[in-house]
């Protein structure tokens, strides 16, 4: 990498530097944004698990199933609000 003069580089303002970094930051908030979806999915997977473990015992608890199932559905909400986020802030 080459520096530019320092000349130009103090004439530079904040928004211009904040305009060529706009790119790349945009690129890794989507990235994290990602990054968050991949948790939930891991986390939903090893819950459906869990629900369908539950299920199979020979005494099922009832309020830990319902506990479950209640977090699975808070989980896949806030999948489905991070998609519409990914697809407002970020269109294709």
Do not use: H
């Amino acid at each position: 990498m080459k520096l530019p003069p320092y000349i130009k580089l103090i004439a530079m303002s904040k928004e211009k530097i904040d305009e060529k970094l706009a790119p790349l930051r945009a690129s890794k908030a989507k990235a994290q944004a990602n990054l968050e979806m991949a948790k939930l999915d891991e986390q939903l997977a090893v819950l459906e698990s869990e629900i369908t473990e539950t299920c199979t015992k020979q005494d099922i608890y009832f309020s830990t199933l319902i506990e479950k199932m209640y977090k699975f559905a808070l989980l896949e909400r806030k999948k489905t609000q991070y998609q519409k986020i990914l697809s407002e802030l970020f269109p294709e």
